[in-house]
């Protein structure tokens, strides 16, 4: 494992996030949901992601999520990713977000 500096990880801009809409991506090659999230002074922000095994979408608005906010815009399909979900692999490799346990503004950075 590399180590990294605290200068590299103030870099990274770990955001909170409240899922405000959830829908369907069927052009994705690999099970996917697109997630809207308000990341409150940053923005509503765009991304999809591979987590059809823990979650539907039905469930998803409402919920506070982590999200990478500062990673370049990636394209996936005619879809722009604007931030990226950020989760753990699970025993089978299907992934669970990464959330926070007690409700917090959106946009506030882990530290």
């Known amino acids: 494992m590399d180590t990294i500096t605290w200068h590299d990880f103030e870099q990274v801009e770990l955001r909170v996030g409240t899922i405000l809409e959830a829908t369907d991506f069927p052009e994705a090659r690999k099970p996917a949901i697109k997630v809207r999230v308000d990341f409150g002074e940053f923005g509503i922000k765009w991304s999809s992601a591979q987590i059809t095994k823990h979650y539907t ?26 931030f990226l979900v950020t989760g753990f692999a699970d025993e089978n490799g299907d992934i669970v977000l990464a959330a926070v346990d007690k409700p917090v503004p959106n946009g506030s950075k882990l530290i």
């Open 57 to 82: 979408k039905e469930e998803l608005p409402g919920r506070q999520i982590v999200g990478v906010i500062n990673f370049p815009k990636k394209q996936i399909g005619k879809f722009m990713s604007e």
